[in-house]
């Protein structure tokens, strides 16, 4: 391994990124990216045209997905490396039920938008998703092209955000659900961006990380756009102690996070190979990934 560029976090219009499944893997070798995953929202629908790519482009390729959860009250999202493209498996039987949460909450969404008089229906969002699934995002597209925002940021500023009118919280399954799963379903479990797990008292962040551990956690992701240097050095400390593994990505979006880059974490820092070293070697001995 050597200095070149990876990404390990990276989102498609199979949920509510921008660029198709398909079209990543020729961005990601335009930025000079020689492994990543595909981590899209509660799918895998867009693993199998995201691993025709990486073969075409000569990367590596890693089936991947993310996860909403929770633990101690802390909002967390859950990295699946090597997860298995297509069904029947753990993972698909939980997806399931995930989903079902989810078309509950945009029905619930779609209600609070006709009670402010902002009149819209479900089909209509899943038109603006492409039939996807669906996100905040999809929302703010449809208030924009309705003409009720002037811009994305508008729609979440007024209507979207966690303190929005509109917003309708996830329900989301325990971290130790969704770490069993994943396990369950031959995958590799990751906290992604465990900036969400700090708080106000100055052990709360390693409190939420014991549990984790205790339930099964495989890694940390180290470098994202928002972890800081020293959120990081804090990261790696404790990783070191728990012989906790760790990956690195830039949770790219597309147009729909425009400062988020391929390839890149906090402040654009380059993402490379070294920092995801000890992911790719565990991809390897579960027979995962094949190195270059």
């Excluded at 890694?219 to 928002?226: K, S």
């Excluded at 402040?267 to 995801?276: N, W």
């Excluded at 992911?279 to 579960?286: A, G, I, K, Q, S």
Aim: aromatic share 4%.
């Amino acid at each position: 391994m050597g200095m070149e560029l990876v990404d390990f976090h990276v989102h498609s219009t199979a949920s509510d990124g921008t660029d198709s499944p398909g079209d990543i893997p020729e961005l990601a070798h335009k930025e000079g990216i020689v492994a990543m995953a595909l981590t899209d929202h509660d799918t895998t629908d867009g693993v199998p045209a995201f691993l025709r790519g990486t073969t075409e482009m000569g990367i590596v390729g890693i089936p991947g997905i993310e996860v909403s959860t929770e633990i101690d009250g802390k909002r967390l999202h859950m990295l699946g490396f090597g997860v298995p493209a297509k069904g029947p498996s753990p993972l698909h039987k939980f997806l399931t039920v995930v989903r079902r949460w989810r078309d509950e909450r945009n029905l619930e969404m779609v209600e609070r938008f006709n009670a402010l008089d902002i009149k819209m229906n479900l089909p209509e969002v899943v038109a603006e998703a492409g039939g996807k699934v669906i996100g905040r995002p999809h929302f703010a597209k449809l208030l924009l092209r309705m003409e009720v925002v002037g811009s994305l940021d508008e729609a979440f500023r007024r209507y979207l955000g966690n303190n929005g009118p509109a917003f309708v919280p996830k329900r989301k399954p325990s971290a130790q659900e969704v770490i069993d799963v994943l396990h369950a379903s031959g995958a590799v479990a990751i906290a992604a961006h465990p900036k969400t797990l700090e708080d106000h008292t100055m052990t709360g962040l390693e409190k939420s990380l014991d549990a984790l551990v205790e339930a099964g956690l495989d890694g940390l992701e180290i470098y994202h756009p928002d972890v800081s240097p020293a959120l990081r050095r804090r990261l790696q400390s404790y990783g070191e102690h728990h012989g906790l593994i760790y990956s690195c990505g830039s949770d790219y979006h597309g147009r729909n996070k425009s400062k988020a880059r391929l390839g890149r974490g906090h402040k654009g820092v380059r993402i490379r190979e070294h920092c995801s070293q000890s992911l790719l070697n565990r991809l390897t001995e579960l027979g995962l990934v094949t190195k270059r």
